[in-house]
């Protein structure tokens, strides 16, 4: 904070000498609301995403003193999603603000994405006066008890002394061990009240010991493996193990596949990389993780959408899994070798084991590229037609190996991870566990804010696009740079797909209607387009990419194109449902 | 739900006193959906002592031990006689 009496003083050099004593110096208590903007700055926060309210106003008064750039959002759920998407594209804690009541229950959803992404996040909100607490009063909810589900820890902070060292933990939680959100609620009278500075103490210390028999006993089991997969979640991402699985793979020849939030953590490009498994994955990624008898699974958490049917799921392998949490070992997958740790570090301990390793799976690579063959002529055949290849494809090309995507929830989501090749490490950002629709235009603006000179491309469907498409004022108010593709298909895609399949095609409460987006995108004085089916695609993608900051295209596509292919909910890869079958 | 036994495992566990603590231990229990077949509970001020019967194999009680024990006001958790 500025503090323009201290200022004067070092005019010059004799007053300098006498500052100690000087007399003109007044110290003023610090209160509750300025040890939190403290507490943040020594943090090294630069934004803050967040809308003000009655129980937070303290804290937004105090706010302007201090070098924090608050980015107000027009609703508490974008301000979570965008400080997620902050920290899912840096790696550093994404920090969001609201009020009480309704201010802090629009932060749920916001939660709930990060933490079943293990996204680092602090969200602080503002509670009534400890007085009022308990009355039902205005704005009041319990908001700490009903964030215990959706957050890695939760605080309410009653002393103002404990402020500063509770926003402090809070940070240290977050990014500590599995990264999460952790909430800090503060009433709105410890806000005001004068606090002393408590300093900062760690409470609770939990570092995940490295089992060094699990390491020599998984690099045994890569050297011996004659059909290993290597399987790669988001952990890798969050642990910046991206080079350690490149050097694991190429160590020991094994093809590598990765989770949907994996995705990017190896390049599409690399010889080893053959794909994406689980429900919309490829089939023959599926049939590859069907034979293999080792399955290195490492910062994943076998969810039901990789695995399916958990029972019928590599039925034939040994599993190695590494993961930073020790209760996600064992709690689908029963693995053979279990290991506590970081990503990163486990993979360093068992490259360290693998000085000399024979080449046992050429034979399996070539049985899984001919397995591909069939998939990758599909493709090819159908790249050239109007449709979300194509609209990948142009992206791709006219955004450059710079383009980070983010992705919303639906359809297009999984036509991304399956067509757009990511060559940029963590340059995929999706909500992946949650499944949050209307995520992908508010964590676009923590990407955009975090990165401000590269391209940042949101797809999404013409039904999440709806459900945050407020925050246009938001990123033209902050002159964000940001590409949006809209796949429009007038329907919620996915669901419609699921209804045609498993429902008869019996269409209840699908077929959507939206606002014409380029009249409404000039509404908020922002630039759109609108591109029916024919239309020429790279040319809409060129002008997006050349249009300075915010431009929107509504791709109208086949209203019934579905994704393929699909394993039903719950079953296994030998009922998958193939395209043409 | 977890596959039972019929044979429950008994968890101990001290966390930090008060409500908060306490709620978010509960929390814990119900949302990861533990097989709880019998709780006892005695909150203290400064420290609080829970000891759960889980109804499930011994290997998912020790991984319900650890995902307990990850908790930030829980600060020990172990199983009786051992």
Redesign the interface.
């Known amino acids: 904070m500025e503090n323009t009496a201290h200022k004067a003083d070092f005019d010059s050099f004799d007053n300098f000498d006498n500052f100690d004593n000087h007399p003109a110096i007044e110290y003023k208590p610090r209160i509750g609301s300025e040890a939190m903007c403290e507490a943040l700055l020594d943090e090294g926060i630069e934004h803050l995403f967040g809308y003000p309210g009655g129980a937070i106003m303290p804290f937004y008064d105090a706010l302007p003193d201090y070098p924090l750039k608050h980015v107000l959002t027009r609703h508490e759920q974008a301000a979570a999603h965008a400080a997620d998407g902050y920290a899912r594209a840096t790696g550093e804690v994404g920090v969001c603000i609201a009020t009480s009541g309704p201010g802090a229950t629009n932060l749920v959803t916001g939660l709930a994405t990060a933490m079943m992404d293990s996204v680092p996040m602090v969200a602080i909100t503002g509670q009534v006066g400890r007085p009022a607490m308990g009355m039902d009063s205005f704005q009041e909810t319990n908001v700490?008890?009903m964030a215990?589900?959706f957050t890695?820890?939760?605080f309410?902070v009653e002393d103002p002394d404990e402020l500063y060292p509770t926003i402090r933990r809070a940070f240290e939680?977050a990014r500590s061990?599995r990264p999460g959100p952790v909430l800090v609620d503060v009433p709105k009278d410890v806000q005001f009240a004068a606090c002393n500075d408590n300093g900062y103490r760690r409470?609770?210390e939990?570092v995940p010991p490295i089992a060094s028999p699990g390491l020599e006993a998984a690099a045994l089991l890569l050297k011996k493996a004659k059909k290993p997969i290597i399987l790669a979640g988001h952990g890798v991402t969050l642990a910046g193990a991206e080079l350690e699985l490149v050097r694991l793979a190429e160590k020991t020849g094994t093809p590598v596949v990765t989770t949907l939030l994996g995705l990017s953590a190896i390049s599409n490009d690399h010889p080893l990389y053959i794909g994406w498994p689980g429900m919309h994955g490829q089939a023959s990624v599926n049939r590859a993780i069907d034979k293999c008898d080792l399955l290195f699974a490492v910062g994943m958490r076998f969810d039901d959408r990789i695995t399916g049917n958990a029972s019928k799921f590599a039925p034939n392998a040994k599993v190695i899994h590494i993961d930073i949490?020790?209760?996600e070992?064992?709690?689908v997958v029963k693995p053979t070798v279990g290991i506590?740790a970081d990503a990163k570090a486990a993979m360093r301990g068992i490259l360290g084991h693998l000085d000399s390793v024979e080449d046992n799976c050429a034979s399996w690579r070539e049985e899984i590229k001919k397995s591909q063959e069939s998939e990758k002529m599909h493709e090819e055949t159908a790249r050239p037609e109007y449709g979300p290849i194509r609209i990948m494809d142009a992206i791709k090309e006219i955004a450059g190996d710079e383009v980070r995507l983010v992705t919303d929830v639906g359809q297009h989501q999984m036509w991304s991870a399956q067509f757009f090749k990511f060559t940029k490490k963590n340059s995929h950002i999706t909500s992946g566990g949650l499944g949050t629709m209307g995520f992908a235009l508010p964590a676009a603006m923590g990407v955009a804010l975090a990165y401000p000179d590269e391209p940042v491309w949101v797809v999404a469907g013409d039904g999440g696009i709806q459900m945050n498409i407020q925050e246009l004022a938001t990123i033209r108010d902050m002159g964000l740079n940001i590409k949006v593709a809209i796949l429009n298909n007038g329907y919620l895609g996915m669901v419609r797909q699921w209804q045609q399949f498993f429902h008869n095609r019996r269409y209840s409460s699908t077929p959507m209607t939206g606002p014409d987006y380029e009249i409404f995108a000039a509404a908020y004085g922002l630039a759109g387009k609108t591109i029916h089916p024919g239309g020429d695609i790279e040319e809409a993608v060129k002008w997006a990419n050349e249009t300075e900051g915010f431009a929107i295209v509504d791709f109208h596509i086949d209203s019934e194109a579905n994704v393929y292919p699909m394993i039903p909910s719950g079953m296994s890869v030998s009922e998958m449902i193939e395209e043409h079958a | 739900m977890p596959e039972t036994t019929g044979t429950a495992i008994a968890i101990e566990a001290k966390m930090a006193g008060g409500i908060y603590a306490l709620n978010r231990f509960l929390m814990t229990l119900q949302n990861k959906r533990m097989p709880v077949k019998n709780l006892e509970v005695n909150m203290g001020e400064e420290e609080t002592k829970a000891t759960i019967r889980l109804d499930c194999p011994h290997e998912t009680a020790r991984r319900y031990m650890s995902l307990l024990e990850l908790l930030e006001d829980v600060h020990e958790v172990w199983e009786p006689g051992n």
């Open positions: 700490m008890g215990l589900p890695k820890h939760s309410l939680i061990g409470l609770k939990a949490d020790p209760s070992l064992g709690k506590t």
